[in-house]
């Protein structure tokens, strides 16, 4: 794809950036509406059993990442037309999903500023190494590394620091405005946690958002680690890095079952979110069809998405992720001997 047509790629999603306040509105009910009433379903299935209570805190999940799709585009101003209705809106959406509003949004504008960029990583994004920095990595690095890349800390234990604990502090060098939003956010969230232990006892309170806290967080991590951890994704030094390639080339299209789709908020559709992130997300998949390039993105799906669990290092020499019992492989192929006899 030649710079020319990356700019032609960009005009052509132009048309569906508008949001349309009907749509949005409608979104709003869908969602909230179908996660309280499966919420208290929840809450009365813990009288015959947790099993059964299962069942709609499950679902519940479902509709709770839907909810911070509708954040996430709020983040990026395209859910309404109007600012002070996104940053409202947003910061509601955000005491639901333990999200601060102008904290995320932050940490979010800078992954999609510098996403595939060799030299700009490290805010917004998955941590990760090239085979090069892994190899010349101190010990203490290398086993700090592959903790994190472990799928059941970084799926499980993940959720747990980024939601309920990262979260709640400010960033070093917020600016008063998103500190004071960080604080809001934490005060309701207190707020709401009190009354719903009040209301329905804190065991309760606990199984049913615990279960829907650690389904939602766990399918939220994976989504952004595997729309970004495909084999042939896309990292450049920053003197080759071009944004529009990164989008198209380093973000997946996610092809999943419709259901799945509608809980996600059509966040499969990541190519063109990253292309442009004013596209609102009800429009994300109608971008695609009518955008003829676009047939040609890299596509997972569940199926092929599992593949990416093994992929932790990106290998610069052949341009792919590749697992850790690869490096032997790589090394012998692209690093000088003296390198690979520190493995």
Same mark, same amino acid.
């Given at each position: 794809m030649t710079i020319q047509n990356t700019k032609n790629l960009r005009k052509q999603i132009a048309p569906f950036e508008q949001s349309t306040t009907k749509e949005s509105i409608w979104q709003?009910?869908?969602?909230?509406?179908?996660?309280?009433?499966?919420?208290?379903l929840a809450y009365i299935s813990l009288s015959v059993s947790y099993w059964l209570a299962l069942v709609p805190a499950i679902l519940a999940a479902g509709f709770l990442t839907r909810i911070f799709i509708i954040f996430h585009d709020c983040t990026h101003h395209s859910f309404f037309k109007n600012r002070r209705v996104n940053r409202m809106v947003g910061t509601c959406m955000g005491v639901l999903t333990l999200f601060p509003f102008d904290q995320w949004g932050h940490e979010h504008s800078v992954h999609h500023a510098t996403s595939g960029n060799l030299d700009k990583r490290g805010t917004g994004d998955i941590w990760t190494l090239t085979v090069n920095e892994y190899l010349a990595a101190p010990l203490r690095l290398r086993l700090a590394y592959r903790f994190y890349r472990n799928p059941f800390v970084m799926f499980g234990l993940g959720p747990i620091y980024v939601f309920l604990l990262k979260n709640r502090f400010n960033r070093k060098g917020a600016r008063k405005k998103e500190k004071m939003n960080t604080y809001l956010t934490n005060a309701i969230i207190a707020v709401l946690v009190a009354l719903l232990c009040l209301a329905v006892g804190w065991q309760s309170f606990l199984l049913v958002q615990g279960t829907i806290f650690? *389904?939602? #967080?766990?399918?939220g991590i994976w989504l952004f680690y595997v729309q970004?951890?495909?084999e042939d994704s896309y990292f450049e030094e920053n003197e080759e890095w071009e944004y529009v390639l990164a989008a *198209?080339? #380093?973000s997946s299209f996610y092809k999943l079952p419709k259901l799945m789709q509608f809980l996600t908020g059509?966040?499969?559709?990541?190519?063109?979110?990253?292309l442009s992130p004013r596209v609102p997300n009800y429009k994300l998949e109608i971008a695609h069809n009518n955008t003829q390039p676009l047939e040609n993105v890299p596509t997972i799906t569940l199926a092929t998405s599992l593949q990416s669990l093994r992929f932790r290092l990106w290998d610069e020499e052949n341009k792919n992720f590749v697992s850790f019992k690869d490096i032997k492989y790589v090394t012998k192929k692209s690093v000088p001997v003296q390198v690979k006899s520190e493995l």
């Open positions: 709003i009910i869908n969602t909230i509406g179908p996660f309280v009433i499966l919420w208290y650690m *389904v939602s #967080g766990s399918v970004h951890t495909f *198209v080339e #380093g059509n966040i499969g559709y990541h190519h063109v979110h990253h």
